[in-house]
């Protein structure tokens, strides 16, 4: 708070939000990190090993925050946490996000709730290389065919024919989302489908102290973060 407050005087609100929101998003370590639980193996698989000579796929990510009312809607010691839990469970896969850059949405994007707002997010979203997230306060699915119903994570990609829209995907994440949203919302971004299995990080109903990907899962999203690499610009 010290730190923002004497930021605030030389550079400005938004600036000052934004070195912070940078410094905690890099320097942060979340008290459970050194947790030495091990993931257990429900579905009788064991979790593999990265194949030696592997190589490892690091994949940055563009971290956009929502703002609302002067205010940072996410807490971003739930992105380390969420970033920590995901390298966890891709590590056997040989890939790792890292944040690489932080910055700050204009306000209206608190709450994502419409087809248009999800549309709008895409303009942030320019393929450049890097994972987008978007970290928003509320999200909710809402369009004309069905009521609103309210989520906490979402793989967005574009579908249509408009060539400036083209390769435009990104993922959302809501503030009140657990730390394994963001790794199911890159299984989708690594082309994985959902799974019906409660200890799976692909099921939407998943329960339990520690939940995995599966060796074939592993596979395939190490051909979809490959995939993902050779589609940037």
């Known amino acids: 708070m010290i730190l923002a407050s004497r930021l605030g005087r030389l550079v400005g609100p938004r600036l000052a939000a934004l070195a912070v929101l940078f410094v905690t998003a890099l320097s942060f370590t979340p008290a459970f990190a050194a947790d030495r639980h091990v993931v257990p193996d429900i579905?009788?698989?064991?979790?593999?090993?990265?194949?030696?000579?592997a190589r490892l796929v690091r994949l940055p990510l563009t971290v956009h925050v929502a703002t609302g009312a002067d205010k940072v809607v996410f807490d971003l010691r739930r992105l380390n946490r969420a970033v920590w839990r995901a390298n966890e469970a891709l590590r056997a896969s040989g890939i790792e996000v890292y944040v690489a850059r932080v910055e700050l949405l204009p306000e209206g994007f608190a709450a994502v709730r419409h087809r248009r707002d999800r549309r709008h997010l895409a303009k942030f979203a320019q393929p450049d290389?890097?994972?987008?997230?978007?970290?928003?306060?509320?999200?909710e699915l809402?369009?004309?065919?069905?009521?609103?119903?309210s989520v906490r994570g979402l793989h967005w990609r574009y579908r249509g024919?408009?060539?400036k829209m083209r390769n435009?995907?990104?993922?959302?994440?809501?503030?009140?989302?657990?730390?394994?949203?963001f790794v199911h919302e890159l299984g989708h971004l690594f082309g994985l489908e959902h799974d019906t299995?409660?200890?799976?990080?692909?099921?939407?109903?998943r329960q339990g102290p520690r939940q995995i990907f599966t060796l074939d899962q592993g596979r395939r999203m190490r051909s979809g973060a490959l995939a993902f690499v050779a589609r940037q610009p």
């Open 168 to 181: 435009r995907e990104y993922l959302i994440v809501s503030n009140d989302a657990p730390a394994t949203t």
């Open 142 to 149: 809402g369009g004309s065919r069905r009521a609103d119903r």
């Open 129 to 139: 290389g890097t994972v987008h997230v978007f970290l928003v306060g509320n999200l």
């Open 197 to 205: 299995s409660h200890q799976n990080l692909m099921c939407s109903c």
């Open 161 to 163: 024919l408009l060539g």
């Open 43 to 53: 579905r009788g698989e064991t979790q593999p090993q990265t194949r030696a000579g």
